[in-house]
């Protein structure tokens, strides 16, 4: 097709709407943004118990606070309409899931992670930012996410998902586009309501998901008699979620399915 193309606002005048639409938000997806709150205080508490002893959980234990601070990021981006966004964090927390339970199941990949990028401090090398072939091998999305765990399956489901929508520059960069009378547009907020609910839902079942590969990978750092609380905490928030979900998405296409 031919025609022009149109931006809504510049960069001025969407952050002059900003506060705005973050306190609708809040209010119209009120649920969702509790049950991501309280997720996220179970990642906290959960960095709160861990008493780092074994060496082989120090870089799954540093995976995990890259899983808590994205979650500030992808909330933030949620309830700014940036759903894209929010899917693009996303993906670095599904991959940090993935990683960190390769590294806890095998500890022989340690040194493979941690000599990933072997030019690095080259400034001059044309490869600086290129990992390595091992690195590569070992780590592939094919590694990270395969396994009899449903939880791992279920990220890398998520993991193609965020990388085709949210991440690559292909297709699925092209989405939100739309030509009407000769005008190409691209919205610079989500204004779908189905595509808003299905973001908010898939980002808390993904991080149910990695919460609870995170939790079999740190259970043993936590406290005698702590870990039964954690596990009665997470419980709790999966009944209370799963009625969320009863009420607030029938009208939302391919949600994925959550696991205990």
Same mark, same amino acid.
């Given at each position: &097709?031919? *025609? +022009?193309?149109?931006i809504?606002?510049?960069?001025?005048?969407?952050?002059?709407?900003?506060?705005? =639409?973050?306190?609708?938000?809040?209010?119209?997806?009120?649920?969702?943004?509790?049950?991501?709150?309280?997720?996220?205080?179970?990642?906290?508490?959960?960095?709160?118990? =861990?008493?780092?002893?074994?060496? $082989?959980? $120090?870089?799954?234990?540093?995976?995990?606070?890259?899983?808590?601070?994205? $979650?500030?990021?992808?909330? $933030?981006?949620?309830?700014?309409?940036?759903?894209? @966004?929010?899917?693009?964090? &996303?993906?670095?927390?599904?991959?940090?899931?993935? =990683?960190?339970h %390769?590294l806890?199941?095998?500890? +022989?990949?340690?040194?493979?992670f941690?000599?990933?990028?072997p !030019?690095?401090? @080259? @400034?001059?090398?044309?490869?600086?930012?290129r990992?390595?072939?091992?690195?590569?091998?070992?780590?592939?999305?094919?590694?990270?996410?395969s *396994? !009899?765990?449903?939880?791992?399956?279920?990220?890398?489901?998520?993991?193609?998902? #965020?990388?085709?929508?949210?991440?690559?520059?292909?297709?699925?960069?092209?989405?939100?586009?739309?030509?009407? !009378?000769?005008?190409?547009?691209?919205?610079?907020?989500?204004?779908?309501?189905?595509?808003?609910?299905?973001?908010?839902?898939? =980002?808390?079942?993904?991080?149910?998901?990695?919460?609870?590969?995170? #939790?079999?990978?740190?259970?043993?750092?936590?406290?005698? *008699? &702590?870990?039964?609380?954690? +596990?009665?905490?997470?419980?709790?928030? #999966?009944?209370?979620?799963?009625?969320?979900?009863? !009420? %607030?998405?029938?009208?939302?296409?391919?949600?994925?399915?959550?696991?205990?």
């Open positions: &097709m031919s *025609g +022009e193309i149109e809504e606002t510049g960069l001025a005048g969407y952050l002059e709407k900003d506060t705005a =639409v973050v306190e609708t938000s809040r209010k119209e997806w009120e649920p969702e943004y509790t049950a991501l709150s309280r997720l996220v205080d179970i990642f906290r508490r959960i960095a709160q118990l =861990v008493e780092i002893k074994d060496k $082989s959980l $120090s870089l799954p234990s540093q995976l995990f606070l890259v899983v808590l601070n994205q $979650s500030y990021g992808v909330a $933030s981006e949620l309830l700014r309409r940036r759903t894209t @966004d929010a899917q693009a964090l &996303m993906r670095r927390a599904v991959e940090a899931a993935g =990683v960190a %390769r806890w199941k095998h500890p +022989e990949t340690i040194q493979v941690n000599e990933s990028y !030019d690095i401090n @080259d @400034d001059n090398h044309p490869k600086q930012f990992p390595s072939n091992k690195y590569r091998q070992e780590f592939s999305s094919s590694q990270l996410f *396994g !009899d765990s449903s939880a791992l399956q279920t990220l890398g489901s998520f993991y193609e998902l #965020f990388s085709v929508g949210a991440s690559h520059a292909g297709l699925g960069a092209l989405a939100g586009q739309r030509w009407k !009378d000769s005008i190409l547009a691209l919205p610079v907020r989500e204004t779908n309501r189905v595509e808003i609910g299905r973001t908010w839902h898939n =980002v808390i079942i993904a991080y149910w998901e990695i919460l609870r590969v995170f #939790f079999a990978i740190l259970k043993s750092a936590i406290p005698d *008699g &702590m870990t039964a609380a954690v +596990e009665a905490d997470m419980k709790q928030w #999966f009944e209370d979620y799963k009625k969320t979900l009863k !009420d %607030r998405t029938p009208w939302i296409p391919d949600i994925h399915k959550i696991n205990l």
